[in-house]
């Protein structure tokens, strides 16, 4: 099993308290054929002197070093540099079950999948951990099963993090610069790809939650103009796979977050054109409803929406 490598992606930025332990982690792997790759995306702390240090110490580990530019630009350098048949991004705050890696591989080769998932576990605080459970049972779905999932339940998740992918699903995939909650955009793109993910029960990552960490300092997702956003690709994804019930539903999730606009930070004409461009563009998603299902009562919810969100909110609340 081992003769495969496996890339391990680490962006890495001003977390000099937590890196040693996430990196020692990786390294402890009862999978030894490993690549690490610790991309600094311009720390100001020590965290790219430890790189450094790693990378002079251990022949597996590389330390890439660029300007400032955010969690998916961190992750896409290392993807251009990544060598292995499998892949892992792993945040540099949080670490690994000694055994993740190696579960991992022995599943995903075993099921013959493109991605393989195990649980995590959420802690907020230093504290011991026993070795995670390895009893649990692999449960394989196809890729359309798991996007059903990921917004049913956190059995799988719709984060990069607690994954191992084949390598040859990245061969124009990329993560989206600039975006809050990326991992939301990355894993629609990633599963509308797949034909079967293996999912593991077993907690072998270890997700460690503080006030530095990634989601703690994105804040509440519901304030961003990229939950409604990545809603409506949702949406059109199921619209196009024929569930338009599922479809509906999370257009009406990213119009109910539209209507909340004073969540919003408009103070700009560009974030002022971002906010009407997603109104229009779930008039749209209502208009291509209309044409699949043929309820024109859906057209006539694109036109409301299109002369605003007040008027459509005044036509919801006289229909009911």
Known sequence: METELISVIVPVYNVERYLRRCVDSILHQTYRNLEVLLV???STDASGAICDKYAAQEERVTAVHQKNGGLSAARNAGLERAQGTYLCFVDSDDFLDSRMLETLCRDLQEQDADVAVVGFRMF???EALAPAELTVPVQCMTGREAI????????????AWNKLYKRAMFDTLRFRDGKRYEDQFFMLDVLRRCQTVACLGYQGYRYVQHSASTMAVAGVASNYLERPEYLLEWS???AEKGNYLRA??????????????????LSTQRQQARYHELRH???EVYRLLSHRTGRESMLLRAGLLRL????????LKHKT
């Open 40 to 42: 600094d995306d311009g």
């Open 124 to 126: 907020e605080r230093e």
């Open 148 to 159: 059903r999932s990921t917004l049913v339940s956190d059995e799988l998740g719709d984060f």
């Open 236 to 238: 059109r994804y199921f």
């Open 248 to 265: 509906e539903g999370l257009l009406n999730d990213a119009i109910e977050n539209l209507s909340q606009k004073e969540n919003f930070d």
């Open 281 to 283: 563009s779930c008039a």
């Open 308 to 315: 605003g969100l007040p008027l459509y909110r005044i036509f």
